[in-house]
Nanobody
Framework: QVQLVESGGGLVQAGGSLRLSCAASGRTFISYALGWFRQAPGKGREFVAG????????YYADSVKGRFTISRDNAMNLVYLQMNSLEPDDTAVYSC?????????????????????WGPGTQVTVSS
């Protein structure tokens, strides 16, 4: 079973940057696509970004395009989410997830049920 643990969350002012990390363990970690999701108070879980198993394909929610970047380091079993130009609306608990989407598309990577393993999440708070 794949285990995921996020880190790097915290409090940052609007316009600032933050980099989240997700450390993974598991014999077949390299075979999994990875994604970042977030959930703000009173809202449902929202897809943020996804990346294929080899890092060759990435997907982003429209709300974060141009501001966030997802990347992975398979040698270190890490996936990152670099967040720039943060806004108060980015405030949420951010979780990383691992799965094997049935095919590569934004719609599939955006579905929570395409992911089998989830980390506990890390809080990101953006102040005005």
């Amino acid at each position: 079973q794949v285990q995921l643990v996020e880190s790097g969350g915290g409090l940052v002012q609007a316009g600032g940057s933050l980099r989240l990390s997700c450390a993974a363990s598991g014999r077949t970690f390299i075979s999994y696509a990875l994604g970042w999701f977030r959930q703000a108070p009173g809202k449902g879980r929202e897809f943020v970004a996804g990346i294929s198993w080899n890092g060759g394909v990435t997907y982003y929610a429209d709300s974060v395009k141009g501001r966030f970047t997802i990347s992975r380091d398979n040698a270190m079993n890490l996936v990152y989410l670099q967040m720039n130009s943060l806004e108060p609306d980015d405030t949420a608990v951010y979780s990383c997830a691992a799965g094997r989407p049935t095919y590569y598309s934004l719609s599939r990577f955006s579905r929570s049920d395409e992911y089998d393993y989830w980390g506990p999440g890390t809080q990101v708070t953006v102040s005005s």
